[in-house]
């Protein structure tokens, strides 16, 4: 299998991981080692040898939350699809909405083991991490942004 083809593989199952569709992680990988600006869909099931309903499917997810842009070349018929300028801000502060949930789940943890040092201080430990992860991220990310 050439390099590309095991790159895009790979991202297909960090993105899956993420929780995408491995198609859509596929895509994303495409997208981003592809020698070209954007591809439209038919290209893209080529390419991946997926179906066509798969590609749709997946796109149209992307495109919802804001990791993938259509655009239209000018006397071309097909849309065509290419990443966001500021995909990966976008997918980080997408992720960190799972902070909320860990603190939240720590709560409602403390909340039923009472008194128990040890089991509270491994809940206690999760929350307040991501309660501070999630008060630091914003700002890492506007100093992200402000460098480019």
């Not at 895009?8 to 895509?27: K, P, Q």
């Not at 902070?99 to 009472?114: H, K, P, Q």
Request: glycine letters at 10%; hydrophobic letters at 45%.
């Amino acid at each position: 299998m050439p390099p590309i083809s095991e790159f895009i593989e790979e991202a297909g199952l960090y993105f899956e991981g993420l929780g995408l569709s491995r198609t859509a992680g596929r895509i994303m990988g495409w997208l981003l080692a592809g020698d070209v600006d954007g591809a439209d869909a038919p290209l893209l099931c080529e390419e991946l040898g997926v179906a066509k309903s798969s590609v749709s499917v997946a796109l149209r997810r992307l495109e919802q939350i804001g990791l993938v842009e259509r655009f239209r070349v000018a006397g071309h018929r097909r849309d065509r699809f290419r990443l966001t300028e500021d995909v990966f801000g976008r997918a980080f502060r997408a992720q960190m909405s799972a902070f909320g949930t860990f603190t939240a789940l720590a709560e409602r943890g403390l909340a039923v083991v009472g008194d128990d040092p040890v089991r509270r201080r491994r809940l206690e430990n999760m929350r307040d991490m991501y309660a501070f992860m999630a008060r630091r991220f914003p700002q890492l990310l506007d100093e992200w942004e402000a460098t480019r």
